[in-house]
């Protein structure tokens, strides 16, 4: 009898344990999807591209520069043409360094893009459990903490239509 009565406590408690509602979202996946993302490295590309283009451009024209000077300078005092070396090695610096500063804030720029992308995936990610009652939602995909999931509870499309309609919006 006395097991009886502690195998129906038992049946009880655990059949009054409330089941915890849990997914996990692909974040590569995720992130692959997501038009504004998609959007992001499109303009990431082009402004990095038009950057190389910048770049190249100058670095050319100051080789075709430095050719003309070392022409120039087999004519010219040896005094002189040091002086005037001085000058382009000088000038070369400054553009480095203004290349350098440009790319820095092309970096920075778009660091500061991705994140807020990334701020706006967590919160809609978090938003979504909230709407739809659960208690967890796992992170997978590279770096991720699912190794394995149901698909039953993977939640990335669903999410990725989410972000990608406010997107549209």
Do not use: H, P, W
């Amino acid at each position: 009898m006395k097991n009886f009565i502690f195998a129906a406590i038992v049946l009880l408690v655990v059949s009054c344990q409330k089941q915890q509602k849990i997914g996990y979202v692909d974040n590569v996946k995720l992130m692959e999807d997501y038009q504004e993302k998609i959007d992001f490295d499109s303009r990431y590309e082009d402004k990095n591209s038009s950057f190389t283009k910048k770049k190249d451009s100058i670095s050319q024209a100051f080789q075709i520069e430095m050719q003309a000077f070392q022409m120039k300078a087999q004519k010219m005092k040896e005094s002189k043409a040091q002086e005037e070396y001085a000058g382009i090695q000088q000038r070369a610096q400054q553009l480095g360094q203004m290349l350098q500063q440009q790319e820095q804030v092309l970096r920075s720029e778009s660091q500061v893009e991705l994140d807020s992308i990334v701020n706006l995936v967590k919160k809609e990610i978090k938003d979504y459990g909230k709407a739809n009652s659960y208690d967890y939602i796992l992170g997978g995909g590279d770096g991720g903490s699912v190794l394995y999931g149901n698909e039953a509870n993977d939640l990335t499309s669903e999410i990725v239509k989410a972000l990608n309609d406010k997107y549209k919006k």
